[in-house]
């Protein structure tokens, strides 16, 4: 939500911030800008639209400096528009600042700030910042470091912030509460980013900042970092950025969604990898270790997500109950804040998110750690927020995933939830060893069936077709395929705008099968055994309404394929472990219905990567 990136050394800073605004545009894109230090003062440059947009407007400019300041928004406050597009300047012309997070108080400081004589230039909550910083500094008669401190002392919300100051113009101040931001540690140069995506090209030693920190770095000078809730300097560690640049490039696919859809065999792969021994018969998560009595003795799991991620702790809920026979409840991140939920501390909170700095999820982890409870974390950004939020937790080892609409994280999120509920339930005994074998066995097998998948992508890209000038669809599943079904909803709605629904396939009849006619297309997965019949009578009632179906059958249903419009056979499974493989023809699916609409599939309208404001 909002990339930042900054960079201060002998190298040209232009050319580094575009291509750090680039790698960053999944944050958002609505607009963006740079500050740049000139020798006359500070250059500043931005547009409405995407960051090629502000490319092109920069060609013609004056952009030679080497210290400045780029950002890329997603709108909270303000429309989308140049005026709201960042850096903004203080009324001297002599501060620039970008901000990723959300000023909570913001109405109040302008207020104040316009009654002393501030004008402003945009309808963001952030200006404040940088009118109250040269405020400070006018009334207090202090450095920069310091009224910035000072100023945001009275900030209520959250930040990342990068400053630029035409009086120390190599000079650049960063501060972080609730938003991620790193400095990434050059050859006397440094390289500031909202996460490591605009750093890695340059260096990989990193320095993660944490809330209050108020950092100032030049070129040639050590950094250094104060924190405005103890007033006192802070040693803040290198640490080596787990990324590569070739994982954000697109690799000869056409989007990074699609590229991502097809990576879902190496990411499961990777997130078993170390962690799952068939021939030593061990299924084991270094990362929880020394939580694993706790976690078996837990009174409940509480699973709290968004999203995508929030399907994938929905799958975890099926996994968990059936395998460690503990009862789990799945809250939106969003709404276990607000209702004062009743947490005990021996519950176990598992906190699931891709990106790890969801800003809901984390106020409920830090939630859960008030009221006691051990919280464990599956997250795929090593060293984000959440990775160090947590007690303890596992990664996902999906890689980057660049595609706004997420992919490769679900089936690896629920490669590690099928982990730790295997991992937990042979040392608690709910499992019998031939289950356990025949599951982790299973399991094995799984990357492999996702690559058969995946080659049905030619005839699921025909299938779209079908999809192209529809308005809504529905999708229904059962059991733990439920929770696919609503993915594959999101999927669809969030990269093509077409309207769509995800639901247990038996509450059907209990109001959304007013909605079937000739023109509704119905998605329904019916791998499941159990219910097999009952999915059969779903389906018939569709038919019986003139809906179409398009199914997803396991390879060979004679059955359900004959009664389908359009069929897709995925290979058999066991199935507590169809959500790794039935989840995929839907994922392309989407992708496929997103492309013929013309949609902008990997940065969809409204959307943001990382969603950090609440
Ligand atoms: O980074 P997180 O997993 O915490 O993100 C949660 C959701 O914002 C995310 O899954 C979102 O719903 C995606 N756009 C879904 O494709």
């Known amino acids: 939500m909002c990339g930042i990136v900054a960079y201060t050394g002998c190298h040209e800073a232009y050319p580094i911030l575009i291509k750090g605004l680039k790698r960053l545009e999944y944050r958002g894109y609505d607009s963006a800008g740079v500050a740049l230090s000139q020798p006359e003062g500070i250059a500043l440059y931005k547009c409405r639209g995407r960051v090629e947009d502000l490319d092109t407007l920069c060609s013609s400019k004056n952009c030679e400096a080497h210290t400045g300041i780029g950002h890329t928004r997603w709108a909270t406050h303000g429309e989308p528009s140049t005026q709201n597009a960042h850096p903004h300047l203080s009324e001297d012309g002599k501060l620039a600042l970008i901000h990723n997070g959300i000023v909570e108080n913001y109405l109040v400081l302008k ?17 404040v910042l940088v009118h109250l910083i040269q405020d400070t500094l006018k009334n207090e008669q202090v450095s920069l470091p310091e009224a910035v401190k000072i100023a945001l002392s009275s900030v209520v919300g959250t930040y990342a912030l990068a400053i630029l100051s ?29 996460d490591g995506a605009p750093i890695v090209e340059y260096t990989k030693k990193v320095v993660y900042l944490e809330d209050g920190d108020v950092a100032v770095v030049s070129p040639n000078k050590k950094m250094v970092v104060m924190n405005i809730n103890d007033n006192r300097k802070k040693r803040r560690y290198l640490q080596e950025l787990e990324m590569n640049l070739d994982q954000l490039e697109k690799g000869g696919f056409e989007h990074y969604m699609l590229k991502e859809i097809f990576e879902q065999p190496k990411a499961i792969r990777d997130s078993m990898r170390g962690r799952l021994n068939v021939r030593k018969d061990v299924v084991s998560l270094g990362g929880i270790i020394e939580y ?17 991620s929030w399907h994938a702790g929905t799958v975890g809920e099926y996994l968990f109950e059936s395998l460690v026979r ?135 890209a ?73 999915t059969v009578s779903n389906i018939q009632e569709v038919i019986a309404r003139k809906g179409k179906i398009i199914s997803i059958v396991t390879k060979g249903d004679k059955l ?27 994922q392309l699916l989407a992708y496929h219905v997103a492309v013929l609409r013309g949609c902008n599939v990997d940065k969809p309208r409204n959307l943001a990567k990382s969603v950090s404001v609440e």
């Not at 207020?111 to 200006?127: A, I, M, N, W």
């Not at 209702?339 to 699931?352: F, G, K, Q, W």
């Not at 982890?365 to 939020?389: F, Y």
């Open 462 to 534: 025909e299938f779209a077709k079908f999809f192209v000038n529809k308005t809504n669809a529905i999708y229904l599943g059962r059991g733990i395929n439920y929770p696919v079904a609503l993915e594959g909803a999101l999927k669809l709605k969030e990269i093509s705008y077409i309207h769509a629904e995800g639901y247990p396939s038996a509450e059907m009849k209990h109001g959304p099968i007013a909605l079937i006619d000739e023109e509704m297309p119905v998605v329904v997965l019916a791998t499941e055994q159990e219910t097999y019949e009952k």
């Open 111 to 127: 207020k104040e700030l316009v009654s002393r004589g501030y004008h402003f230039q945009s309808d963001t909550d952030t200006e």
């Open 292 to 308: 694993e009595t706790k976690m078996m003795n837990a009174r409940r799991f509480i699973i709290v997500a968004c999203g995508t």
């Open 560 to 586: 359900v394929k004959e009664m389908s419009d359009y069929c897709i056979e995925i290979p058999e499974t066991l199935e507590l472990l169809t959500p790794l493989i039935s989840c995929v023809p839907l």
């Open 166 to 194: 035409a009086d120390e113009p190599d000079q650049l101040i960063l501060a972080k509460k609730g938003s991620p931001l790193l400095i990434g540690v050059g050859d006397n140069e440094y390289f500031i980013g909202s």
């Open 326 to 460: 503990i009862p789990v409840e799945v809250e939106y991140a969003s709404e276990c804040r607000y209702r004062n939920p009743l947490i005990y501390e021996d519950d176990v909170v598992i906190a699931i998110s891709q990106s790890g700095e969801t800003a809901d999820t984390i106020a409920a982890v830090e939630l859960a750690k008030q009221k006691g409870a051990t919280v464990i974390g599956i997250c795929n950004v090593v060293g984000s927020t959440l990775a160090r939020a947590t007690h303890a937790g596992s990664y996902t080892h999906a890689g980057p995933e660049i595609g706004v609409a997420s992919t490769k994280a679900f089936t690896a999120q629920v490669t590690v939830l099928t982990l730790m509920a295997l991992c937990l339930a042979r040392r608690k005994g709910t499992i019998s060893l031939s289950d356990y074998h025949q599951i982790i066995n299973s399991l094995e097998d799984i990357p492999a069936k996702v690559e058969q998948v995946l080659k049905l992508n030619g005839q699921i």
